[in-house]
């Protein structure tokens, strides 16, 4: 009998997948340009209108230490909420594409590897094998560390 599933929608970064909870997702946009926040990170972009609302967008390719790539058609920014404690943070994803809602089995899910070297994994709430392939499942609320959070909820 297959474990409980939940569903995520999946988004690459290059050839990496990368999966949110459906349940922490708002909605996803075409990229667009952003208010620039002077002296912010450099994996913070901006602020985007979202229904009349100030959100905070991130370069998750800066965020997570990969190379930077140009904006494309198929670029977007997924909006989620992440979880801090007491608050959600509404927040914008830029990925260089979303793919779909993926269906993930308890089973198939493996924590977050040991690969002999100290590395920030605490980001990581899963890792499901999947066509061959790995997808990464984020933990929210562990993507950004307080402080991060903090400086991104004070710019929104």
Sequence with gaps: MAGDESQYVTLCLGAEVF???VSLVREILDYRESF???EGPDYLIGL???RGR???VIDLRRKLGLKPVEIGLATRIMVVDVP???RVLPL????DRVLEVANFSTEDRDPAPDVGVPWRSEYIEAVVRRNGSFVVI???ARLLTASEAAL???AA
């Design 19 to 21: 999966a949110v909870p």
């Design 36 to 38: 620039r926040i002077p």
């Design 48 to 50: 985007i209108d979202v």
């Design 54 to 56: 100030g959100v905070p």
């Design 84 to 86: 801090l404690g007491d």
């Design 92 to 95: 914008g994803l830029v990925a």
């Design 138 to 140: 984020f933990d929210m």
């Design 152 to 154: 991104l909820a004070a």
